[in-house]
T-cell receptor
Framework: NAGVTQTPKFRILKIGQSMTLQCTQD?????MYWYRQDPGMGLKLIYY???????DKGEVPNGYNVSRSTTEDFPLRLELAAPSQTSVYFC?????????????FGEGSWLTVV | AQSVTQPDIHITVSEGASLELRCNYS??????LFWYVQSPGQGLQLLLK??????LVQGIKGFEAEFKRSQSSFNLRKPSVHWSDAAEYFC??????????FGTGTRLTIIP
């Protein structure tokens, strides 16, 4: 069972560079999410999607973009990386039926901007 | 406003001792309640969840949690901790929409 797969696991970026964090899930979940985790801050929602072609901003969307062309994939794009984007990023998904359904997380992507 | 609070940032317990991690929320109704665990360098794993029914919920790894409506709490407990329980624990709530709200987490340290 692959579940939610994120790549890369580790990446070092220089200030001003761009990159894409990939996320794919094989559970046919409609809802997908990107979170960032900073020490002592819990997880903050960056963007989310309720289905292919539909995305919406979360709490901390500035500096990021997303797309959802298929049900399976939900890439997160960082444009003009800044040190403030040094964080751990988690992709997650869950089925649409029942808002209390379990959310499944990827293993995380550690990003450092220098 | 809807919110979730984990009052303890860091807890240290001895191996074999009992554990209780606190979680309180603010909401006008009963939310969907989850506890997740994050081991160092890993993703988040679901320990247990509560939607309705019996207010004492059993989870994986010997954990349980009790929902108390009168106290707006969903505290996580384990009668005897193991060194492998050292991790970060997150109380997570869904307030009836597509989003989840995370507590800030409690870091658990186990001493021999």
């Amino acid at each position: 069972n692959a579940g939610v797969t994120q790549t890369p696991k580790f990446r070092i970026l220089k200030i001003g560079q761009s990159m894409t964090l990939q996320c794919t899930q094989d559970m046919n979940h409609n809802y997908m999410y990107w979170y960032r985790q900073d020490p002592g801050m819990g997880l903050k929602l960056i963007y989310y999607s309720v289905g292919a072609g539909i995305t919406d901003k979360g709490e901390v969307p500035n500096g990021y973009n997303v797309s959802r062309s298929t049900t399976e994939d939900f890439p997160l794009r960082l444009e003009l990386a800044a040190p403030s984007q040094t964080s751990v990023y988690f992709c997650a998904s869950r089925p649409q039926e029942g808002t209390g359904n379990t959310i499944y997380f990827g293993e995380g992507s550690w990003l450092t901007v220098v | 406003a809807q919110s979730v609070t984990q009052p303890d940032i860091h807890i240290t317990v001895s191996e074999g001792a009992s554990l209780e991690l606190r979680c309180n929320y603010s909401y006008g109704a009963t939310p969907y309640l989850f506890w997740y665990v994050q081991s160092p360098g890993q993703g988040l794993q679901l320990l247990l969840k509560y939607f309705s029914g019996d207010t004492l919920v059993q989870g994986i790894k010997g954990f349980e949690a009790e929902f108390k409506r009168s106290q707006s709490s969903f505290n996580l407990r384990k009668p005897s901790v193991h060194w492998s329980d050292a991790a970060e624990y997150f109380c997570v709530l869904n307030f009836g929409n597509e989003k989840l709200t995370f507590g800030t987490g409690t870091r658990l340290t186990i001493i021999p």
